[in-house]
């Protein structure tokens, strides 16, 4: 494969990625895989409501599949929806569900305590949400809500952090939400994980004598001394 068809491929998955973004909004959309196979594309839909990406009796996808036939030129698509487990640890659910809180008229300060609350209670490491724009007045500045530990560098921030951006246009201006989030399944080069000794099993042998004359008998077992040859002949003369 060439460099040209690479870019192609990285430009086509962008553009898909944005429209699955806008057109399934509603459903809690997460994220996307796309690999492509002789017989066509197969395309796998990360969202929080799998019911309403299917919709009834599997229109709503058949329609979603047309739609990416026609607009992008994708051959024979075919699209699995899997549902998200906890929506709470994915910023791109987050993000989504501030901008719809912000639209609906709801004070900026109480939506991100409600959600940095709720990303605190599914069990993450820790979250950061920031808010720029107009919030109060004319003049632009922005708000950050930050708990737990948030890398900042490094192979845990590339790797580990899940981080999300979006844009809100609001009668007062344009707003931009950020969103990271670490989840508890995280893990980190340093991180030291002690093990619990194994049980060890220790069989103790009882000693064994070699005269097998001298062993232990029970009472009332015990033999007499044998006599000695002097005391024979006396007792047959007797």
């Known amino acids: 494969m060439s460099i040209?068809?690479?870019?192609?491929?990285?430009?086509?998955?962008?553009?898909?990625?944005?429209?699955?973004?806008?057109?399934?909004?509603?459903?809690?959309?997460?994220?996307?895989?796309?690999?492509?196979?002789?017989?066509?594309?197969?395309?796998?839909?990360?969202?929080?409501?799998?019911?309403?990406?299917?919709?009834?009796?599997g229109?709503?996808?058949?329609?979603?599949?047309?739609?990416?036939?026609?607009?992008?030129?994708?051959?024979?698509?075919?699209?699995?929806?899997?549902?998200?487990?906890?929506?709470?640890?994915?910023?791109?659910?987050?993000?989504?569900?501030?901008?719809?809180?912000?639209?609906?008229?709801?004070?900026?300060?109480?939506?991100?305590?409600?959600?940095?609350r709720r990303i605190k209670e599914a069990g993450a490491i820790g979250a950061q949400v920031r808010l720029a724009g107009k919030l109060t007045s004319e003049r632009s500045r922005f708000e950050k809500y930050t708990f737990?530990?948030?890398?900042?560098?490094?192979?845990?921030?590339?790797?580990?952090?899940?981080?999300?951006?979006?844009n809100l246009l609001l009668p007062q201006g344009l707003l931009g939400i950020k969103v990271k989030i670490l989840p508890p399944s995280a893990k980190f080069p340093d991180q030291v994980e002690v093990l619990k000794p194994k049980e060890q099993k220790v069989v103790v042998e009882k000693p064994t004598s070699e005269n097998p004359s001298n062993e232990e008998k029970p009472k009332g077992e015990e033999q007499k001394p044998e006599p000695k040859e002097g005391e024979e002949n006396a007792e047959e003369k007797a």
Not at 76 to 86: A, C, D, G
Not at 106 to 115: G, Q, T
Not at 148 to 166: C, N, W
């Open 4 to 57: 040209k068809e690479i870019v192609s491929d990285a430009k086509l998955r962008a553009r898909v990625e944005e429209f699955l973004k806008k057109e399934l909004k509603a459903a809690g959309f997460s994220e996307m895989k796309m690999v492509k196979t002789p017989l066509g594309v197969n395309l796998t839909l990360i969202v929080g409501h799998p019911g309403q990406v299917i919709g009834p009796g």
């Open 59 to 116: 229109r709503n996808i058949r329609d979603l599949s047309d739609k990416l036939e026609t607009n992008f030129g994708l051959k024979n698509p075919q699209i699995s929806v899997t549902e998200l487990e906890n929506p709470m640890l994915d910023a791109n659910i987050v993000a989504t569900r501030i901008a719809e809180a912000l639209e609906r008229g709801i004070r900026y300060r109480r939506v991100l305590r409600l959600y940095m």
């Open 148 to 166: 737990g530990y948030i890398p900042s560098t490094g192979e845990p921030k590339e790797r580990q952090l899940r981080v999300a951006t979006m």
